[in-house]
Antibody, heavy 119, light 107 residues
């Protein structure tokens, strides 16, 4: 079974750093893209960026470029989403999801990671 | 960046009713339009890929159509379990974008 398992919920203070993860299983991790998506409380889905773990080719949405870092460690089938300095507005559920190519649909999705940033 | 606009934003419907949700793109995206269902506190699930191709194990009452800039998701004979928010997603060009979502409430 193809599966993406994300790291657990996080509670952080403004200014802190954070790295959340997404581990793939049941398929060849290096042959598919992984995307990261944001869902702010009560809001819709936003495409943040994607990475191809085979060569770490990464593409960002202009809205998120410079705000987050997407990376991957193919030796442990894991993709990451990282912040250097969190803001309260980063409070959201973050999903990872798989794509066959950079211009395809997302399936499957991870279970989501809730990030709460509050002083 | 391509903007996707869904309508309606919200619809209250009765079981067995037929529902139509539309998604309009700000420029032509061919058939690169996909539909997802998200139930409360769950991850989105793919329903339709490439405008009209049903994804595996999706009930046959869900169907999609359209091309270019205008797309439709149709749910025939709505069931109570279809209460959810539905999103369209374009993958024609980077960055991908999503519609704002359509929330279906079952009366």
């Amino acid at each position: 079974e193809v599966q993406l398992v994300q790291s657990g919920a996080e509670v952080k203070k403004p200014g802190e750093s954070l790295k959340i993860s997404c581990q793939g299983s049941g398929y060849t991790f290096t042959n598919y893209w992984i995307g990261w998506l944001r869902q702010m409380p009560g809001k819709g889905l936003e495409w943040m960026g994607i990475i191809y773990p085979g060569n770490s080719n990464t593409k960002y949405s202009p809205s998120f470029q410079g705000q987050v870092t997407i990376s991957a460690d193919k030796s442990i089938n894991t993709a990451y989403l990282q912040w250097g300095s969190l803001e309260a507005s980063d409070t959201a559920v973050y999903y990872c999801a798989r794509l066959i190519t950079s211009l395809n649909w997302f399936d499957p999705w991870g279970q989501g990671t809730l990030v709460t940033v509050s002083s | 960046e391509i903007v996707l606009t869904q309508s309606p934003d919200f619809q209250s419907v009765t079981p067995k009713e037929k529902v139509t949700i539309t998604c309009r793109a700000s420029q032509s995206i061919g058939y690169s339009l996909h539909w997802y269902q998200q139930k409360p506190d769950q991850s989105p699930k793919l329903l339709i890929k490439y405008a009209s191709q049903s994804f595996s194990e999706v009930p046959s009452r869900f169907s999609g159509s359209g091309s270019g800039t205008d797309f439709t998701l149709t749910i025939n004979s709505l069931e109570a379990e279809d209460a959810a928010t539905y999103y369209c997603h374009q993958s024609s060009s980077l960055p991908h974008t999503f519609g704002q979502g359509t929330k279906l409430e079952i009366k």
